[in-house]
């Protein structure tokens, strides 16, 4: 499957898809908090040998604050990385949100076995997404805040795709009466530290290939 060009889809006049990185944060955070994060995100980038070759990509998430989404582009494909708060966590295990989704308990393939959980993630509190549409292939835009009044309130905070209106919980976990059909796809990836990610390579013990997801 191709996915269309974001660059007419993203929400932001401030998020361009030629952007190799980009961060978006919670309204809670602040435009001077995003702004403030960009310096040391753009020292997280990787050599250009290293995204030449598609191969894994490690990422520093130490200074990633709660509630706060990083992207970064990964073999052409953008990854969300979102640092979920104690409240957003408790929130996807409500039982109200979990009568709203498709596929509450990740039974499609849609992500390796290491993260077929309530989570969807292998730290709880990190969230790694294919950040692509499962319906026509956009970039769906984040959008954190609870009761956020464009998504109404009952909104539980989660990702709204600006092309035809799927809406993804913060596991990406697609809604039930949307056109999407099936959760946002978790890459491979593990963690080499605490806080160090690593994009493209799965913790040891297994052969997880995203190519064998039902659909990016
Ligand atoms: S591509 Fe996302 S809703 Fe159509």
Redesign the pocket.
Known sequence: MT??DPSQ?LDSPKVKRRDFLYVATSAVLGIGAALSAWPFIDQMEPSADVLAAGGPLPLDLTHVAPGQQVVVKWRSKPIFIVNRTPAVLAELKKPSLLSRLRDPNSQQMQQPAYAENWSRSIKPEYLVLVGI??????I?GYKPQPGDPQLGPTWPGGYL??????RYDLAGRVFQG???PLNLPVPPYHFAGDASLVIGENPKGSTFQLSSVEQI
């Open positions: 996915y269309a889809n549409c499962t319906h026509l292939g956009c769906p795709c600006p092309c035809h209106g799927s949307v056109p999407a």
